[in-house]
């Protein structure tokens, strides 16, 4: 391995791109490989390229041709994410940041642009954001939060189990998720199709993506005041209570994060599982007495196929070397979450069993570690085991290689998830006994082995009038709304 650097910018000149006849012709300027346009179509196969080319760590250009570094080892991502004296989250730190090349018209502003929250700050103020976040998380209960997942899985399936098909991307995996999160940040009254909707939309980054956004902020605005004005005890009460004392506008941006992050990933997670269930052989294997089990299932998914296929992105503070490259100070660094996992000096072979080992690079890691990741896995464990106990006969419709997936640089995911199974009629779901009034399953459908909560169900929060439909805010250009939202302001 080279330690050779082909960054920062202005050491080497990234203008000029390879004349034709040159085998690096079609490449960047550089002689660099694209990570985005036709180039990029398969993002796996071009990581793969790039380690046979550089090794663990590999130059590449963003839109714009911005360079960047891609780190593609486990090793050396574990060394990315675990070094904060040489690394931050920080975007404000990067030369292409400073220098205009990814400024807000970049086509990636949104996952670069710095905003104030936990995931973009370092030191004492991510001791501060993130400990409030935590502070909130230590009070789920996590029994209670199982058998919601259950119950609200058990609402869903009602809806299509009668007629023997369902697409479980859209109608399952993109409302599962929604339906616990709004459960465990307080708010299960604001759960319906339209807040999945203007979810799934904002986050496509469609043309009414600013109004999306909107449209779920106002309703997380809202939560926050009647949390401030009147305490519960469920988590955005707790977020508020913290002694970090945030404002309200932290609050809800850090509802808005734990919303949008954890909803994105849980529903690919969600999808990816189902699919491994429908399709390995190693876990039909496991319906008839044997190999893989639904948790097992979680865990070779995210290695797989992890939610975010990468993160963008860390920052050099100071000069260093990863991997036997210089990166030096200012240079910007992306966390290969999907080559990691399956980089061949721990995964020499890639169809092997791995048996519920969690050493994937999934949710990061070091000290911006997903805080929620336990439930992540217990919406995915529980759902899909909820779900096929409902729906035992359940198969996937249609060839594997048919299925269509959807990707960019930070994700891939399944378009649809098509299966067929026997009719069947809707069960009866009863009224949970704590948190909120919402339907509760028959005993005999309990997935979890806890024993359901004594606690007695507070009075339900008032829910405010519906919010009107997402109206496009005029007299900015869209992009602008749309890194207005993004930055919080
Ligand atoms: C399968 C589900 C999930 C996956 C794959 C996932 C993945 C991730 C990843 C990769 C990061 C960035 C780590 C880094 O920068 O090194 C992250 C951060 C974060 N996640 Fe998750 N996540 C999931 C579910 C959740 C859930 C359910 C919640 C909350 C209920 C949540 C809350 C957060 C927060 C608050 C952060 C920022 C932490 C910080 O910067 O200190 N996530 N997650």
Not at 88 to 105: F, I, N
Not at 422 to 445: K, M, T, W
Request: include cysteine.
């Amino acid at each position: 391995m080279t330690s050779e650097s082909h960054f920062p910018a202005g050491t080497d000149d990234r203008t000029l791109a390879p004349p034709p006849g040159c085998p690096a012709h079609g490449l960047g300027p550089g002689g660099l490989h694209r990570l985005y346009g036709p180039e990029a179509d398969d993002l796996g196969d071009l990581y793969e390229k790039l380690r046979q080319e550089h090794g663990a760590v590999a130059p590449v250009l963003l839109h714009n041709d911005v360079p960047i570094w891609v780190v593609l080892g486990h090793a050396e991502n574990l060394h990315l994410v675990s070094t904060p004296t040489h690394f931050s989250r920080d975007s404000r730190l990067w030369k292409a940041v400073q220098d205009g090349t990814a400024g807000p018209d970049h086509p990636l502003a949104p996952h670069i642009a710095w905003q104030p929250i936990c995931s973009h700050a370092e030191g004492d103020e991510h001791l501060r954001l993130r400990g409030a976040v935590m502070g909130a998380m230590s009070t789920i209960n996590h029994r209670t939060i199982r058998r919601h997942i259950n119950r609200a899985t058990q609402l869903l399936v009602n809806r299509f189990c009668e007629k023997g098909r369902a697409d479980l991307v859209s109608q399952f995996a993109e409302h599962l998720p929604m339906a616990v999160l709004c459960e465990i940040l307080g708010m299960p009254d604001e759960y319906d199709d339209r807040l999945v909707q203007a979810t799934r939309d904002l986050l496509r980054g469609t043309e009414t993506a600013i109004a999306s956004n909107e449209y779920v902020m106002n309703i997380l605005i809202r939560h926050t005041a009647r949390r401030r004005a009147e305490t519960t005890g469920d988590f955005t009460s707790v977020l508020i209570n913290h002694p970090a004392q945030l404002t309200d506008d932290e609050v809800s941006q850090h509802l808005r994060l734990v919303l949008l992050a954890a909803y994105e990933a849980t529903a690919n997670l969600l999808a990816n599982v189902l699919r491994v269930v429908l399709t390995d052989p190693r876990f039909r294997a496991q319906l008839n007495g044997g190999q893989m089990t639904v948790p097992q299932a979680v865990e070779q998914s995210l290695w797989d196929e992890p939610p975010f296929s990468a993160v963008l992105g860390y920052f050099a503070k100071q000069d260093t070397e990863v991997g036997g490259r210089q990166i030096r100070r200012g240079d910007g660094l992306i966390l290969g979450i999907a080559p990691g996992n399956i980089d061949p000096k721990v995964r020499p072979d890639l169809k092997a069993n791995m048996m519920g080992n969690r050493a994937h690079l999934a949710f990061g890691g070091g000290p911006h570690e997903c805080p929620g990741q336990d439930i992540g896995r217990a919406i995915a464990d529980v759902g899909v085991e909820a779900l096929l106990i409902r729906l035992p006969d359940v198969e996937l419709e249609g060839d594997e290689d048919e299925l269509r997936w959807r990707s960019s640089m930070s994700s891939r995911h399944l378009v649809e998830l098509p299966v067929y199974f026997a009719p069947q009629a809707p069960q009866d779901v009863e009224d949970v006994p704590s948190i909120n009034p919402l339907p509760r399953q028959r005993p005999s459908l309990e997935v979890t082995t806890d024993e359901p909560a004594a606690a007695p169900a507070p009075a339900p929060v008032a829910s405010p009038a519906p919010p009107a439909a997402p109206e496009p805010v005029r007299g900015l250009g869209a992009w602008q709304r749309f890194l207005r939202w993004w930055r919080g302001y």
